[in-house]
């Protein structure tokens, strides 16, 4: 092994390429069958009251990895295991002797005990090695040891510049200080609770997806609880904002492959508060109402509830935050304000309406990206919602809306005050507003022709999702990527281009844990 890895850092540097050799590949490969779920055996050796851990998969011939290299090789890579395994040579490292000895399937760092004013941490690098005994040879081979100690019957290694090291049956442990090999020894031996046990964390490793490339979880609480609740202005601080709670709630991320694409996911603990009514799971129903050649789609639910649970909530700071910045004497002064300039009495009569889902579709039939047609779908109450849409349009209209038919429904355009033609129209309970090609075009959908929600490319995207959807955004990538003035991206597209399919973005409430995850798949 070349002399730069020798020595305390060497060992760090050994172990971290080992354990991070999979998510730097990894990083690779999104540049360039179902398996068993991933075992965090090392979360069995992680103090209880750690405050972050970062596990990664290191099985290279798990469902995950084998996913992976394929999804790469479908983005242009050659033979992406092979420039792993090539990576490694080139940096000096024997991957059978050096390297293939610490990837026993799972691999992690922890940090507990973080003093903010010392910038000082406990933790540990812990392996679960596939050759226990030779990933201490490496060890040995790289360091000074300065001599051999021994802790609750364990021998462990006491290394150059206070690195210490121990075997524990199939997992070794790396720490850079004594207590913190000491406490998983502790944990390791059941004297001390694991990280395992705790609730919070199993409750988030069970919600997200059990295969995964990386995972993370963070307890705030844990790793900084003693500064917060020892410093009173920060304490304060977050006890006026109502925060406090929502800092300490603990919180995990995953990433991981599938064999149609990549996913992440993060996820917390808690309640998602005010703007519950726009995470509840559900299902689009505007998604079978907009063309199938729909390139951006996002859809919502719950708006007016959403905003008016916000605002009864923190009316009186929202209203002290007004007076500061502005002329008005409260958010119902400029909402009444702003309202007039629209031709209804307040803001708050037009965001009223959005009870139901509301969703933005756009795409692009002439092929160039500034050029859409862009609609604005609203399940209202049509009794309530017409008077005032009506009101909207002929204060932001040039002149009288006229009448036309599609679909054997009524819309109006109109040209508003830039001159850029606009529609509306009613129909089953949907208010339907945009460029008047765009209303027409759902207006006149039927049955028989071919809607977003029928559109492969999204179906398979949310077929792959780990979740249920709330509030989300879809994209068709490969309409996106063909568009010619689409940022720059040309439009006779590389492989990596050709082969993505769709990207999904969801945040919703489920089951007491809110979820943001997101979904990038790639064509057979």
């Known amino acids: 092994m070349p002399s730069v890895f020798r020595g305390p850092q060497g060992i760090i540097v050994t172990a971290a390429v080992a354990a991070a050799g999979a998510l730097v590949a990894a990083a690779i490969l999104f540049a360039s069958g179902k398996a068993s779920d991933v075992n965090l055996t090392t979360a069995n050796l992680v103090p209880a009251d750690a405050g972050v851990y970062i596990a990664l998969n290191t099985d290279l011939s798990s469902g995950q990895w084998v996913s992976t290299f394929k999804l790469a090789e479908k983005l242009g890579a050659d033979d992406p295991e092979g420039e792993l395994k090539d990576g490694a040579e080139e940096s000096g490292f024997d991957w059978e002797d050096d390297i293939a000895p610490f990837l026993g399937g799972n691999a992690a760092v922890y940090i507990r005990g973080l003093d903010v004013g010392a910038f000082s941490a406990q933790g540990a690098v812990i392996l679960r090695a596939k050759s226990p005994g030779r990933v201490m040879?490496?060890?040995?081979?790289?360091?000074?040891?300065?001599?051999?100690?021994?802790?609750?019957?364990?021998?462990?290694?006491?290394?150059?510049?206070?690195?210490?090291?121990?075997?524990l049956g199939d997992h070794v442990v790396i720490a850079m200080d004594e207590a913190s090999l000491e406490e998983v020894i502790d944990v390791y031996q059941g004297k001390a609770p694991a990280l395992a046990g705790v609730e919070d964390f199993k409750k988030l490793r069970d919600e997200l997806t059990g295969n995964f490339l990386g995972f993370v979880y963070l307890s705030t609480e844990s790793l900084v609880g003693d500064f917060f609740l020892d410093d009173p202005v920060v304490r304060a601080a977050l006890?006026?904002?109502?925060?406090?709670?929502?800092?300490?709630?603990?919180?995990?991320?995953?990433?991981?492959?599938?064999?149609g694409g990549f996913e992440f996911q993060a996820?917390?603990?808690?309640?998602?508060?005010?703007?519950?009514?726009?995470?509840?799971?559900?299902?689009?129903?505007?998604?079978?109402?907009?063309?199938?050649?729909?390139?951006?789609?996002?859809?919502?639910a719950g708006i007016a509830q959403t905003w008016q649970a916000v605002v009864d909530e923190a009316r009186e700071a929202i209203d002290d935050a007004v007076r500061e910045s502005s002329d008005y004497d409260s958010l119902d002064d400029s909402l009444r304000d702003a309202g007039r300039e629209l031709g209804i009495g307040s803001i708050e009569d037009l965001v009223a309406l959005f009870e139901g889902e509301t969703a933005v579709a756009a795409w692009f039939p002439s092929g160039k990206s500034g050029d859409p047609e862009v609609v604005l779908l609203a399940e209202v109450d049509e009794s309530r919602a017409r008077g005032v849409i009506e009101k909207v349009a002929a204060s932001n209209a040039t002149g009288p809306g006229e009448p036309r038919q599609a679909g054997g429904v009524e819309m109006t355009v109109f040209d508003d005050v830039n001159g850029d033609p606009l529609a509306y129209a009613f129909k089953d309970g949907a208010l339907v507003m945009g460029t008047p090609a765009g209303v027409e075009a759902v207006l006149s959908m039927s049955a028989g022709q071919p809607s977003l929600a029928r559109l492969n490319h999204y179906t398979a995207t949310v077929q792959q999702m780990p979740s249920a959807l709330g509030t989300y955004a879809f994209f068709n990538l490969g309409a996106l990527f063909r568009l010619e003035e689409a940022s720059g991206i040309p439009a006779v597209l590389g492989q990596a281009e050709r082969?993505?399919?769709?990207?999904?973005?969801?945040?919703?409430?489920?089951?007491?844990?809110?979820?943001?995850?997101?979904?990038?798949?790639?064509?057979?």
């Open 267 to 300: 996820a917390s603990i808690g309640e998602s508060g005010s703007i519950s009514p726009m995470l509840q799971p559900r299902e689009s129903r505007f998604a079978a109402l907009v063309p199938g050649e729909t390139a951006i789609f996002f859809s919502t």
């Open 499 to 524: 082969a993505l399919e769709g990207l999904i973005i969801n945040a919703v409430d489920e089951r007491g844990v809110v979820r943001l995850s997101g979904v990038l798949t790639i064509e057979e």
């Open 137 to 167: 040879e490496v060890l040995e081979e790289q360091a000074v040891v300065v001599d051999t100690r021994e802790y609750g019957g364990v021998e462990y290694l006491r290394l150059g510049l206070y690195g210490y090291a121990a075997r």
């Open 239 to 259: 006890d006026q904002s109502g925060a406090g709670d929502m800092v300490f709630r603990p919180s995990a991320w995953v990433i991981g492959a599938k064999k």
